[in-house]
Nanobody, 115 residues
Framework: QVQFVESGGGLVQPGGSLRLSCAAS????????MGWYRQAPGKQREWVAR????????DYGDSVKGRFTISRDNAQNTAYLQMNSLKPEDTAVYYC????????WGQGTQVTVSS
């Protein structure tokens, strides 16, 4: 029963940056690969990035490569998403969860990129 709480979203201008945090419950966080996902209104939830359980391997969706960085601190049961060079099309609710299989979704955190 791992639960996740996302935070760090907000309103930023195009080209700006945000750092999202994902706090995980329980004592099994370090055994799970983690992912960040996002969903805009009227669109399917989209995979954004993933990181292996130990943090040594990362991968990104084509739309965010070179701009976003996923990381984790297993001692703090926390995953992060550093988002740079933000674009209006990055506007969405961002979620963290296990990767690739997901049980339940948290509330997410809203990221709005607008001029």
């Amino acid at each position: 029963q791992v639960q996740f709480v996302e935070s760090g979203g907000g309103l930023v201008q195009p080209g700006g940056s945000l750092r999202l945090s994902c706090a995980a419950s329980g004592n099994a966080f370090k055994f799970y690969a983690m992912g960040w996902y996002r969903q805009a209104p009227g669109k399917q939830r989209e995979w954004v990035a993933r990181i292996s359980s130990g943090g040594s391997t990362t991968d990104y969706g084509d739309s965010v490569k070179g701009r976003f960085t996923i990381s984790r601190d297993n001692a703090q049961n926390t995953a992060y998403l550093q988002m740079n060079s933000l674009k209006p099309e990055d506007t969405a609710v961002y979620y963290c969860n296990t990767y690739p299989l997901v049980d339940y979704w948290g509330q997410g955190t809203q990221v709005t990129v607008s001029s």
